[in-house]
């Protein structure tokens, strides 16, 4: 908990005795002060994808206190990093949420502010672990996608929330329409809510276009927990050939049980989080999330103040 003045600050999770709870994104681990909340700090876009998904209805908006602003993240839509300034010690502190540096299709560009100390996220806090150009993962996922579309059914399986809507943006920019699942469509929604051009069919949307695509082959995008089940009931439904596919960024350290994995990251690898730093300026970094030990350690590594926040 950051403590300034009266106000007690918790980032990202609930906090016994925090009087303002930031909320950085709607992913569901960063969400757990939304609910019991008494003065939640989130993005409009944030509050809205907390009622789609989670059922979480916003607060009255009570303002925010001079010291505190939220900026851009470039992790998902509406995702904001909050700048902490601190007066009365004449210092500037950022919280990055989770971040990533290279601009997604489907969310604002990262913004990046001079500051002394950054509380950065440690999701990937491996120096050999590196992301690719986003443009080359992007140009192989159109590739695949085209090429297995000839003789089957494709089949992504993803994370609802983010992921699934830069899918949807890659796979249209190639003229595909996906048809997607429920929780999709009530995410992409938000996102068409915010000026993101998302094409794709539903069933839940009353849409003609997915009786349509459902008689030729077509490409699913579906969240992860659905993609085995959803594999097989296409596959005896269809007599077709059902090919998976999954997008993220643990494609660069882990084997998944599907025909191909893309490693479309929107989080920041360790080399980004060192741009990171070396763009803000900071002297002092405190490295947040279950892998902030490692995190600080191999900064320490590459001569950064580092240490794990506590
Ligand atoms: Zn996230």
């Known amino acids: 908990m950051i403590q300034i003045g009266e106000y007690s600050l918790s980032l990202?999770?609930?906090?016994?005795?925090?009087?303002?709870?930031f909320v950085s994104h709607a992913h569901s681990d960063h969400i757990s002060a939304a609910k019991s909340s008494k003065r939640m700090l989130a993005s409009g876009t944030t509050k809205d994808l907390l009622l789609a998904i989670n059922e979480i209805e916003p607060q009255q908006d009570v303002g925010t206190p001079d010291f505190l602003k939220m900026i851009n993240a470039g992790h998902i839509l509406g995702s904001k990093q909050i700048v902490i300034n601190d007066e009365n010690a004449g210092t500037k502190m950022v919280y990055t949420g989770?971040?990533?540096?290279?601009?997604?299709?489907t969310c604002e560009k990262i913004e990046i502010e001079n500051a002394d100390t950054i509380i950065?996220?440690?999701?990937?806090?491996?120096?050999?672990?590196?992301?690719?150009?986003?443009a080359e993962v992007e140009d192989?996922?159109?590739?695949?996608?085209?090429l297995k579309l000839n003789d089957g059914i494709v089949l992504f399986?993803?994370?609802?929330?983010?992921?699934?809507?830069?899918?949807?943006?890659?796979?249209?920019?190639?003229g595909i329409l996906p048809v997607v699942s429920k929780k999709v469509s009530r995410v992409n929604r938000i996102y068409q809510k915010n000026g993101v051009k998302l094409d794709y069919a539903s069933a839940y949307e009353?849409?003609?276009?997915y009786h349509k695509l459902l008689k030729g082959n077509f490409v699913g995008v579906v969240e992860n927990s659905l993609l085995n089940n959803m594999k097989i009931t296409l596959s005896?439904?269809?007599?077709?050939?059902?090919?998976?596919?999954?997008?993220?960024?643990f494609a660069k350290m882990m084997k998944f049980n599907t025909d191909i994995q893309f490693p479309l990251s929107d989080h920041a690898d360790f080399k980004q989080c060192m741009d990171y730093?070396?763009?803000?300026?900071?002297?002092?970094?405190?490295?947040y999330g279950s892998n902030r030990l490692d995190l600080a350690a191999n900064l320490v590594d590459k001569g950064y103040n580092a240490m794990p926040y506590s």
């Not at 009353?206 to 276009?209: E, L």
């Open 12 to 21: 990202d999770r609930r906090e016994n005795g925090s009087n303002i709870d």
């Open 157 to 174: 399986g993803t994370y609802a929330l983010g992921k699934a809507q830069e899918l949807i943006a890659i796979l249209n920019e190639k």
């Open 120 to 134: 950065m996220d440690s999701t990937y806090y491996q120096p050999d672990v590196t992301f690719d150009d986003r």
């Open 236 to 249: 005896e439904l269809y007599n077709k050939k059902v090919y998976t596919a999954v997008a993220t960024g």
């Open 277 to 287: 730093i070396d763009t803000s300026g900071a002297k002092n970094v405190l490295t």
């Open 98 to 105: 989770d971040f990533q540096m290279q601009k997604s299709r």
């Open 140 to 146: 192989a996922i159109q590739y695949w996608t085209d």
């Open 206 to 209: 009353n849409n003609d276009d």
